[in-house]
């Protein structure tokens, strides 16, 4: 029996033009979630953390910053949303502020760090205490498995 190296040859270059296109598939836009955030006066909140806790108790974390915030890598389906203040720098690893010999270079640190005096400030961020726990903030929002979810605008009443 003879064999054909053109055919063959042929045959294994249609073989892997078929692979490649099959793993070539479009890939999955991951899920972002993302909004504002207005207290109950309509003042944006800022300097504070939105915190996604997903149905597996995963939780996922984002800075929000004059009112708004953005955060990815959800896996879609329910998430409960939450607020916390972040925890100052100065409390996390107290030695890491020692080494500032200024208070001018602190701020400048902080600034360039995106840490805002808030934390030290809860008064201005007039959230109402039901907001900060997950267990007791009724905000709970359908996440699109894949791509964008636009949250719109949160009013977190009293």
């Not at 099959?22 to 003042?43: L, M, Q, S, W, Y």
């Not at 939780?59 to 990815?72: I, P, Q, R, S």
């Not at 267990?135 to 699109?144: G, P, Q, R």
Request: hydrophobic share 35%; aromatic share 6%; glycine share 12%.
């Amino acid at each position: 029996m003879r064999r054909h190296p053109k055919r063959f040859g042929l045959g294994v270059l249609g073989l892997s033009c078929l692979l490649t296109l099959i793993g070539c598939g479009r890939t999955e836009e991951p899920a972002i979630a993302f909004g504002k955030v207005v207290n109950h006066d309509g003042k944006e909140v800022t300097g504070v953390e939105a915190v996604f806790r997903v149905d597996n108790g995963n939780e996922l974390v984002a800075m929000v910053k004059d009112g708004g915030f953005g955060v990815g890598g959800l896996p879609g389906g329910k998430a409960t949303l939450y607020f916390r203040l972040p925890v100052p720098p100065s409390q996390k690893n107290p030695s890491a502020m020692k080494q500032f010999t200024s208070p001018e270079a602190k701020k400048q640190y902080e600034q360039a760090m995106g840490i805002t005096p808030a934390h030290s400030e809860p008064a201005t961020q007039n959230i109402p205490a039901k907001y900060l726990s997950p267990n007791t903030s009724k905000l709970v929002f359908e996440i699109a498995p894949t791509g964008k979810t636009d949250l719109g605008t949160i009013k977190l009443d009293k």
